[in-house]
C-alpha cells in the first residue's frame, strides 16, 4: 500500500507526476516485474493500471504492508 512520494527537492516534477498517476496514501501498489539482474524497468501495479517506472522514480514512493497498524 503506498504510504506517501517523497519529493527529492521542493517542486520536484517526478513526484509529483507520480502522484497524478495515482501514487497517493491508501493505494494498493505491487511490484509485477524486474528489468534482468536489477536493472530497469520495474513493472509496477497500481489499482488495475500498471506502469513501468525507473528505479530512481520508484525509490521515491514509500510503501508499508497493508498488515501494519
Known amino acids: 500500500m503506498v504510504d506517501r ?3 527529492a527537492h521542493a517542486s520536484d516534477p517526478i513526484a509529483q507526476r507520480l ?3 495515482g ?3 491508501g493505494e494498493p501498489v505491487r511490484v509485477v516485474a524486474q528489468g534482468p539482474l536489477g ?3 520495474l513493472l509496477i501495479q ?3 493500471t500498471r506502469f ?3 528505479r ?3 525509490e521515491r514512493v514509500r510503501v508499508q504492508s497493508e498488515n501494519a497498524g
Open 5 to 7: 512520494v517523497d519529493d
Open 19 to 21: 502522484r497524478d498517476l
Open 23 to 25: 501514487f497517493v496514501a
Open 39 to 41: 536493472a530497469d524497468p
Open 46 to 48: 497500481i489499482g488495475s
Open 52 to 54: 513501468a517506472l525507473r
Open 56 to 58: 530512481k522514480e520508484a
